[in-house]
T-cell receptor, first 114, second 110 residues
Framework: DTEVTQTPKHLVMGMTNKKSLKCEQHMGHRAMYWYKQKAKKPPELMFVYSYEKLSINESVPSRFSPECPNSSLLNLHLHALQPEDSALYLC?????????????FGEGSRLTVL | ELKVEQNPLFLSMQEGKNYTIYCNYSTTSDRLYWYRQDPGKSLESLFVLLSNGAVKQEGRLMASLDTKARLSTLHITAAVHDLSATYFCAVDVGINDMRFGAGTRLTVKP
């Protein structure tokens, strides 16, 4: 099974809402990532969890809150977002320890903030 | 600051033609990856290059890595419409740290 599953695929939320994006992988990978991608731009790293511990937080605003409940699951909690946060949010996982290694991406969650 | 530069950023090709996309990076790394992204879709891994001189081929695409020159190339042979997509190179700079180039948007025209 070489799949990373993200839900929901599409999400529309108001600026006062609280929502969550979910990501699951069953490849035994111990590193999981959240990337944000705006249209016609490359993915931008937001957070990295390694062995279920937050290892990288790329100065992301606190309205984004990651959570890694176990080695297979990764959540991104959203609260009080701004319209400029509308983007494709990509989850990825990798199996290497000593370096990043090949990233396996989910299909993404397309977020629209009204 | 690490820079990963791709060129060209936009490429319009005729079917049947050959072309090369370049990826230059500014830090020491011998691990580089190529990804493909179709419009509205996620990223799909194409090639994993893990040493100097590595060459990988899949169909009409061939990727290579020169770590001394800090350069990777993605060569397209006899392009077909199905290759139209955005191609990203990404440099592995350490534990859980992957940096992407800006992407090359390829359009193959009949």
């Amino acid at each position: 099974d070489t799949e990373v599953t993200q839900t929901p695929k599409h999400l529309v939320m108001g600026m006062t809402n609280k929502k969550s994006l979910k990501c699951e992988q069953h490849m035994g990978h111990r590193a999981m990532y959240w990337y944000k991608q705006k249209a016609k731009k490359p993915p931008e790293l937001m957070f990295v969890y390694s062995y279920e511990k937050l290892s990288i937080n790329e100065s992301v605003p606190s309205r984004f809150s990651p959570e890694c409940p176990n080695s297979s699951l990764l959540n991104l909690h959203l609260h009080a977002l701004q319209p400029e946060d509308s983007a494709l949010y990509l989850c990825a996982s990798s199996q290497r320890r000593e370096y990043t290694g090949e990233l396996f991406f989910g299909e993404g969650s397309r977020l629209t903030v009204l | 600051e690490l820079k990963v530069e791709q060129n060209p950023l936009f490429l319009s090709m005729q079917e049947g033609k050959n072309y090369t996309i370049y990826c230059n990076y500014s830090t020491t790394s011998d691990r580089l990856y190529w990804y493909r992204q179709d419009p509205g879709k996620s990223l799909e891994s194409l090639f994993v290059l893990l040493s100097n001189g590595a060459v990988k081929q899949e169909g009409r695409l061939m990727a290579s890595l020169d770590t001394k020159a800090r350069l990777s190339t993605l060569h397209i042979t006899a392009a077909v419409h199905d290759l139209s997509a955005t191609y990203f190179c990404a440099v592995d700079v350490g534990i859980n740290d992957m940096r992407f180039g800006a992407g090359t948007r390829l359009t193959v025209k009949p």
